[in-house]
């Protein structure tokens, strides 16, 4: 029974189950909301540090390993957003010196 699950777990989702319906309408999810959330997601996260970053200098907060923490990941999520954009360039210029 274990090893059934197992390989259920393996085969990829039909098209019914990537586009998950809502009160009996389709949802379609587009890459342009996607990258709009995300992009919202970093900002997000680099509003929190500067916020505890802040409260830390006018002494309203004392756990400095929160406020390292809180920073390390809004950065990791900026680098992140940066690779991603490098990466999709890169795409974009093969794409560009494809031959037809």
Known sequence: MTYI???QNMI???NNQLNP???GDEKSIRF???LKDAINQMNDAQIASDK???ALASGNIDN???VLITAQKANITLQTAVQIQRKALD???ETMRMQV
């Open 12 to 14: 990829p989702p039909t």
């Open 52 to 54: 505890k970053t802040v």
């Open 91 to 93: 795409a974009y210029n």
């Open 32 to 34: 342009g909301d996607l």
């Open 64 to 66: 400095l390993h929160d």
């Open 21 to 23: 319906k809502v009160n």
């Open 5 to 7: 699950n197992n390989v």
